[in-house]
């Protein structure tokens, strides 16, 4: 089975493949949004955080995705741990306003996450709210701006830098990405907050196409602040396919399946 992840595609803005793209900002933002998929996937999650006493966290469950003319939506559901299984978290994204609501089976009910809350690690996973927002938000906005040349695992690539547009909401002050020329994949992505605050990193042998786009099924999620290390891997996707509205309902997603 080939192994495709269309939300580390998300999670690292992935770029069209297999073409020599103009280097400017408009033609990289293209490439980012051309290797989504269409309409929307469902896939496997799998995320192990290991912190600096040794500590391991693993947390399994089901990611869904859906786009919609101007909405973008993403729901991220729990089946392990047992004490976390059925806590669920939702991104919306409409008109360049996000919104974004967690449930806990603890709690028992919906609750809308605003403020700091936003960069506190999601169910223990060493991804916050706010990096699931930024992320997979689409560098909407802000400033891009083409650094220069390099190479990554001995592969011609170029660097970019990303201005967030003011918000008092956006944590991050810029993000500096690393995209491979080939692939078009932005192979390292810098997430700083006045001093580095995140690495994410693509595993290269991971890489693979498929329906003549460039995706990976794993990444690497360094806490450079909380000496945190998030493993992300995904499996099992399902592209394209209709989705229920409940998933994405505000007062329904939880209960979806």
């Known amino acids: 089975m080939k192994i495709v992840s ?3 595609a998300l999670l690292l803005l992935a770029a069209m493949p297999g073409q020599a793209w103009a280097r400017d900002a408009a033609a990289l933002r293209a490439c980012m949004a051309a290797n989504l998929p269409s309409k929307s996937f469902k ?3 799998e995320l192990v955080q290991s912190g600096p006493d040794g500590t391991v966290q693993r947390l399994v469950g089901t990611w869904y995705w859906r786009r919609e003319n101007d909405r973008q939506s993403g729901m991220l559901r729990l089946s392990s741990p047992a004490d976390l299984a059925g806590a669920a978290y939702l991104f919306i994204s409409r008109n360049s306003q996000e919104n974004i609501y967690m449930y806990m089976p603890a709690v028992g009910r919906v609750r809308h996450v605003v403020g700091a809350t936003m960069a506190q690690s999601l169910f223990g996973s060493g991804l916050s709210a706010f990096d699931l927002k930024f992320l997979l938000s689409g560098l909407h906005g802000g400033k891009l701006a083409r650094i220069g040349t390099t190479t990554d695992n001995g592969r011609p690539a170029e660097t970019w830098r990303y201005i967030p547009p003011a918000d008092p909401d956006i944590l991050y002050d810029r ?3 690393t995209v491979d020329d080939a692939w078009c994949l932005p192979m390292k992505v810098d997430l700083y907050g006045g001093v580095p605050w995140k690495t994410l990193v693509l595993d290269a042998t991971s ?3 498929e329906s003549g786009r ?3 099924s794993r990444a690497t999620l360094t806490d450079l602040r909380q000496q945190t290390t998030t493993k992300i891997q995904t499996s099992h996707d399902v592209i394209d ?5 409940q998933i994405f309902n505000p007062g329904q997603f939880y209960r979806a399946r």
């Open 43 to 45: 896939q496997d999650i």
């Open 214 to 216: 460039w995706t990976a």
């Open 241 to 245: 396919a209709s989705l229920p509205d």
């Open 6 to 8: 269309p939300l580390i």
């Open 207 to 209: 890489i693979q196409k």
């Open 175 to 177: 993000l500096d990405l």
